[in-house]
């Protein structure tokens, strides 16, 4: 079944009868050459690559609820690639280029809209800062622009840019940043892997590994033993837990980060606007509810719910940057659990047991990766060999000393 | 999150920061044998338990003093706070 705008006028014409569901739901063969653990994003974005780019086949996704139960629809939806350092910007710059694709390649609509984003300046050295920011962009190949005082004001004149703290000096601004339908990108993938012959198991929990002589023979799950000849864990948010079941720590603490909606308004914020110095930040839904969010709540949890503190703190940021939305309510408030990793970069690569990989680590932001993670999971899954732009992302990065720490905080998960 | 501070009573977790798993109080020798694979594995590896978890919060809005609080990964709930002092030295076996 394919989408088109023709397809939709015929289905409109003949009563909406012939739309199918978008996936297969079949039972779990006894052995696969490959499985992803994991149904949400980054493994069905893994599954998918895997099938189409390095023509894998016997691949299954075991996802413990339905598909894309997780993190993939509890985001704030922002897709970006305005990352600093040499071992990221690369790869999320590759992950963009992805999203712009992606649609046509999946058949998917998954209300890709690159309405940029931008970062908030208040002071010089924060100006010096973004600067050199915005030059590490360009040299991977991102599109970067420093905007002075008014080149805000024309864009967003409502901002508060006289606050007595954080008056508003520029910004850096990515136009090809944006946001994206998270579940859309969920449900392209999986169908675009379905199509391609990959087993969508969903209600299927993973409860174990069997391991002999150091190496991965297959997964213990509620419905059953599954054998693999190689097996990709991408289970973001419940790393620790999982690979626990493989006998290894991990460089990782669980945190939950909230995120808020608020009921539907008129278009005002046709863009994404981050204001780090207040901890905030804000994009309008294409249904008009305001979509913000700040900072994790800074301590370990698997609660999926934070406490009001950081609702407070994150509505005060609101109010600091735009007063106006004092006059919207509140419709929604959330919370995902996150990997916070221990320099604030995710995780790519083999783990000591061979045939087994991981990739974890996403902290906050997972979901602008879903597409180059998926890439560069799969063509290490497929060719033992990690992606170029993902060569960084190593798991004993820090053993040896090459932590990514983006900004500088060390080893210290809730400050990343 | 109220927080049952041994010495000041219940106090709201905003007054505290907090910084991890309890198991940070246990520093290696950097002398000894394999001291690097030691601060590896004190510095970067974390059990990362859902459930019950002991961890370290500094009452940096109080009386400044390090606390280890049991409290629930998955529900938030606070099983109990002791000062982290006693803790270290109970576990240098006594002196307090």
């Known amino acids: ?122 002071t010089d050295a924060q100006r010096d800062a973004y600067r050199r920011r915005g030059n590490a962009m360009l040299l991977a190949g991102a599109d970067a622009e420093l905007l002075d005082r008014d080149g805000v004001r024309g864009m967003y004149p409502w901002l508060n840019f006289d606050n007595a703290r954080f008056p508003i000096k520029g910004g850096l601004l990515q136009r090809r940043a944006g946001t994206a339908r998270h579940d859309g990108v969920a449900w392209g993938y999986a169908r675009g892997a379905d199509l391609l012959g990959v087993d969508l198991i969903q209600n299927c929990e993973v409860t174990g590994f069997r391991i002999e002589n150091g190496r991965v023979l297959g997964v213990e799950t509620s419905r059953g033993y599954i054998g693999a000849k190689k097996v990709g864990v991408a289970v973001a948010g419940s790393s620790g837990r999982v690979m626990q079941m493989a006998g290894m720590r991990l460089p990782i603490e669980s945190h939950v980060l909230q995120a808020f909606v608020s009921e539907g308004l008129k278009p005002v914020v046709d863009g994404v606007i981050t204001f780090g110095a207040g901890h905030f930040y804000v994009s309008q839904s294409d249904k008009g509810g305001l979509v913000f969010g700040g900072d994790i709540d800074g301590y370990n949890s698997y609660a999926q719910r934070g406490n009001l503190p950081v609702i407070e703190d994150v509505a005060e940021g609101g109010m600091a940057l735009m007063p106006a939305i004092g006059r919207a309510r509140l419709l929604r408030a959330w919370g995902g659990i996150m990997d916070m990793s221990m320099d604030g970069s995710p995780i790519i690569d083999r783990t000591p047991i061979e045939g087994l990989y991981l990739n974890a680590g996403w902290c906050y932001g997972g979901f602008k990766a879903t597409p180059a993670s998926g890439y560069a999971f799969a063509q290490l899954l497929a060719t033992d060999a990690p992606h170029p732009t993902a060569s960084a992302y190593r798991l004993d990065r820090f053993a040896r000393g090459y932590v990514i720490d983006e900004k500088g905080m060390g080893a210290q998960p809730n400050l990343h | 999150m109220l927080i049952p501070h041994p010495l000041l009573g219940l106090r709201d977790a905003q007054e505290f920061t907090y910084l991890g798993d309890a198991a940070l109080l246990n520093r290696p020798d950097g002398m000894a044998e394999g001291a690097a694979e030691a601060f590896n594995d004190y510095v970067y590896l974390r059990d990362n338990p859902a459930g019950v978890h002991r961890e370290l919060w500094f009452h940096e809005q109080g009386d400044r003093s390090w606390l280890i609080v049991t409290r629930n990964t998955v529900t938030h709930e606070i099983l109990g706070a002791e000062l982290a002092r006693d803790v270290a030295l109970a576990a240098k076996g006594g002196a307090q």
Not at chain 1, 38 to 54: D, E, M, P, W
Not at chain 1, 99 to 117: D, K, T
């Open chain 1, 1 to 122: 079944m394919r989408f088109s705008g023709f397809r939709v006028v015929k289905e409109a014409l003949t009563g909406h009868k012939g739309w199918r569901p978008l996936w297969r739901n079949p039972a779990p063969q006894p052995a696969y050459d490959y499985v992803i653990v994991g149904g949400g994003g980054h493994g069905l974005s893994t599954a998918y690559h895997l099938a189409k780019v390095f023509k894998g086949s016997r691949i299954a996704v075991l996802e413990k609820g339905w598909l894309g139960s997780g993190n993939i629809g509890r985001n704030t939806t922002i897709i970006r690639s305005n990352y600093l350092l040499p071992g990221n910007e690369p790869f999320y710059e590759f992950s963009m280029k992805l999203w712009e694709n992606m649609e046509q390649e999946f058949n998917f609509n998954a209300m890709v809209s690159q309405r940029g984003i931008l970062n908030l300046i208040h």
